[in-house]
């Protein structure tokens, strides 16, 4: 079942394992006093109470595997003073995390995080922090089941049913979304997309603070006012947790819209493959004014990585143990495929940067080596990366870059004139209906370093470029070094992301592709340069995997579809979502008809076995009637309204192929020779 019995947690009984306390109501008694432990005043608890029924009940939240705050009904902590002393504390935070282990069958001790000092029961009753040194009864206690917590505070999963299994008739069924920034937070330093996916200390940590980013009007959010208006001057409510009146909100660009709570409703009904891609472009990260960790793009990879990692074991110990948890960080298509069929989420690391390798270039010279690409490629695979992508949004050492247009546009084109020495260089596009009008002007890039300081510097050297009317593309394809790269990736079965290639770049990338027969991944398609037909039927031809991107029901229906037409003989076919969510990207907004034809709730997710609800998260409940697709755990809600239209069916037919359409060309990278 998606949720824990409510009758099997209710049960009487001491609890023996220290991952089995997470998220259960419980008593403490004392082993030497036989007492429990109860609130004695506002400030203290004693072990005085001879009955269950007359103890205090503490809600168990998993901080990590093994770790806990412990909830009282008064909304209080069990926590360390400042005094050393064993109090109660009104916030959670490292004074209010223990870490119980079991010194006998039912009898733990309980460990503060913060001190390394252990729970104790002095002669009086009172509670009292004791060193390593102090042994026998009085440091014991037994968790015993009750009833009567209150709950700490969490998103509501608004899913029920039997679970998903993602298998039917040996294949796999569920989606794939191949392109989700789930650490998004991390890039841009630190402090520009603001809210965490988790926090050990829960919801009111992870959500509740963007003021302290943003500042208390928003306007501090110089980077999200640029992508959502196009100026950097602007405002937004900053309130999160717990009203959330401000955000998330479909175009938030600057907040975190992928709460592993929202992506566990996703999970629900039926997601079943996503690939985290972490994120760092070094120009944007040095342009920012204020930053929480370093620039460079591995090493902020890394931090990303380990964030991943550390997500997957708060989700287990949420589920009561290592490799419980529904989310599952893979490293192979047999894992993938392992892990789906065990009902989870099947989760790939990729990489989308700018500076892959910190491979740069300086007025065309590449600041790396094709030693480095190796040491690069090396170093991802141990960190148990599968996927990368080749460039983003400068140019690189390996390849030109996809033109973006518009305010974007102008903001990309001075970062790559900061990170390379130059601009843009444009000229006729490969193929047609390609391409952006590409636009630039001193008087954009004077105001741009009203904000960005670092671009100061670059209004004193030299003339803005100016680029002749109508679509424009890069002229800079794949380099020397580029070309040994991607032959390097083949060699280790790397997946190959070839969105924001230049369209030279990209016929390069697919001509060597075809010489060695090797799969291509276009995670989020007509983002970063634009697929012709040509384009996708040779991406399918060598097996490779395609998305559609997120939008209102209608056109997205009719997307899936469209894709649907480069189907290929007999060979398993399936298609992706892209969503991109995390990545400076709007997601849907309302339906256009949301009025005259709503989305009805509850609704049954695609197996019609998981019943959805609107979705509630502190004291909002959204409804994609009114919201659109806020945050992630939205998507569910649309994959349903997009049901309901002409196509919608068949399109959700090829989406739910897409977990093992993406396995299955992961498999055809990792066999090819």
């Known amino acids: 079942m998606l949720e824990v019995d409510a009758e099997a947690a209710r049960r009487v009984g001491s609890v023996q394992s220290r991952y089995a306390l997470a998220n259960r109501c419980l008593a403490i008694k004392s082993v030497a006093a036989r007492r429990f432990l109860a609130a004695e005043s506002a400030t203290a608890y004693r072990a005085d109470r001879r009955a269950k ?9 998993a901080t990590g595997l093994g770790t806990y705050l412990l909830y009282d009904r008064d909304r209080r902590l069990v926590s360390v003073t400042e005094a050393g002393t064993v109090g109660r504390a009104d916030e959670a935070g490292e004074l209010t995390e223990w870490a119980p282990r079991r010194i ?14 252990q729970l104790a029961v002095g002669d009086s009753g009172d509670l009292v922090l004791a060193d390593s040194s102090v042994r026998g009864r009085r440091r014991a206690f037994a968790f015993v089941r009750t009833r009567g917590c209150r709950r700490y505070p969490e998103a509501a999963l608004g899913a029920s049913g039997q679970l998903f299994m993602g298998v039917r008739r040996g294949r796999l069924l569920g989606f794939a979304d191949a392109h989700l920034h789930i650490t998004a937070d991390m890039r ?6 603001y809210g965490e996916a988790f926090n050990r200390f829960g919801i009111t940590e992870a959500l509740g603070r963007d003021e302290e980013y943003h500042g208390p009007d928003g306007s501090l959010d110089v980077t999200g006012n640029l992508l959502r208006s196009g100026s950097p001057v602007g405002t937004h409510d900053t309130h999160g947790w717990p009203t959330f009146w401000g955000w998330p909100v479909n175009d938030t660009y600057t907040h975190q819209q992928t709460y592993y709570m929202w992506l566990k409703r996703a999970w629900a009904a039926g997601e079943r493959l996503v690939v985290a891609q972490t994120v760092e472009d070094q120009p944007l990260c040095e342009i920012e004014p204020l930053r929480s960790h370093s620039c460079d793009e591995t090493e902020v990879i890394k931090l990303e990585v380990q964030r991943l990692r550390a997500l997957q074991d708060y989700v287990d110990a949420q589920s009561r143990g290592p490799r419980r948890g529904w989310f599952r960080l893979v490293y192979s298509p047999g894992q993938a495929r392992r892990a789906i069929k065990r009902g989870k989420l099947a989760v790939l690391i990729g990489v989308e940067s700018s500076n892959l390798f910190g491979c740069s270039e300086s007025m065309g010279e590449p600041q790396c080596t094709r030693d480095d690409v190796d040491r ?13 992508f080749v460039a983003h949004w400068v140019n690189n050492a390996f390849a030109g870059t996809a033109l973006e247009g518009g305010a974007n546009g102008i903001f990309i084109n001075a970062m790559n004139r900061y990170q390379t020495g ?4 444009t000229g006729p596009c490969p193929e047609p209906g390609q391409g952006e009008e590409v636009v630039f002007s001193a008087p954009a890039l004077e105001a741009l370093a009203g904000f960005y300081p670092a671009f100061a510097p670059l209004l004193g050297q030299g003339p803005a470029p100016v680029y002749p009317p109508g679509k424009q593309c890069n002229v800079k394809g794949l380099t020397n070094l580029g070309e040994y790269l991607i032959g390097r990736l083949i060699a280790n079965h790397m997946l190959i992301e070839v969105d924001h290639l230049s369209e030279k770049a990209r016929l390069q990338v697919l001509a060597i592709a075809e010489r060695h027969r090797y799969p291509l991944v276009s995670s989020h398609t007509n983002t970063g340069g634009f697929w012709t037909d040509s384009d996708l039927r040779r991406l399918y031809a060598l097996g490779g995997f395609a998305v559609a991107r997120p939008d209102n029901t209608g056109p997205l229906s009719a997307r899936f579809l469209q894709l649907g037409r480069f189907r290929q003989g007999r060979r398993y076919f399936g298609v992706g979502l892209g969503t991109d969510t995390g990545g400076f990207n709007e997601l849907p907004g309302r339906e256009p008809d949301a009025r005259s034809a709503p989305l009805r709730y509850p609704f049954l997710c695609y197996d019609r076995k998981v ?7 502190g004291e909002r409940t959204y409804d994609l009637n009114a919201d659109g697709v806020a945050h992630y755990g939205l998507y569910p809600d649309l994959l349903a309204r997009m049901k309901q239209r002409k196509g919608g069916r068949a399109a959700l037919r090829l989406l739910f192929r897409s977990a093992e359409a993406y396995v299955k060309t992961w498999r055809r990278a990792a066999r090819r020779h």
Not at 611 to 617: E, F, G, I, S, V
């Open 611 to 617: 019943r959805l609800a609107r979705q509630r998260t």
């Open 104 to 117: 006998a069958r039912r009898t733990f001790s309980i460990r503060a995080t913060a001190t390394g000092r």
């Open 422 to 425: 130059r601009y843009f260089q």
């Open 53 to 61: 029924r007359a103890a205090t009940p503490f809600f168990a939240k």
């Open 376 to 388: 690069g490629i090396r170093e991802f695979r141990r960190l148990g990366i599968r996927s990368v």
């Open 188 to 193: 841009a330093g630190g402090r520009v997309i």
